[in-house]
C-alpha cells in the first residue's frame, strides 16, 4: 500500500507520541527525516543489494556513548525509508506498525543497543537496565 508524504508524516508523529516513556524520555539532540528510499551510496556503503532491505537508519553518537565532551554538534539523525516500510504493507494500521517498529529500533541504537539487544527487546529485564544506565 502507498500513501502521501503528508499521510505517512502523521503516522511518524503519532506513532512517536506512543513509544514507551522509556525511550523518549532519552532523546534529546536527534531529528528525524523521511526519505522515500536509502540512496545508492548508502546502500553500497551497508553492502545491501536492495532499496527495500534498509527500512531505517539510525546516524550518530550513541546516548551511551557520550561524555562531558559532547555538546555543540548536529544533531544525530534517524531516517525512515517510506517506500520500503510501506513495502508488503496491506493497510494504514500495518504501515503504522511497521514505522513503531522502526523508529523502536533505530532508538534503541541511538541508546546504544546492538542487534542482539534489540532482538529481545520485549523480554530482556537487562535492555531496561541498559536503557537506564545501570548496566
Known sequence: MRITRKEFETLVISTIEEIPKLFRDKMENIDLVIEKFPSN??????????????????QGVPFNQRGFYYGNVLPDKITLFQIPIESGCKNKKEIKERIKEVIIHELGHYLGLDE??????????TINQKIKGEV
Open 41 to 58: 551510496q548508502l546502500l553500497s556503503q551497508m553492502e545491501l543489494q536492495s532499496p527495500y532491505d534498509l527500512l531505517g537508519l539510525y
Open 116 to 125: 542482539d539487544d534489540l532482538k529481545n527487546l520485549d523480554t530482556s529485564s
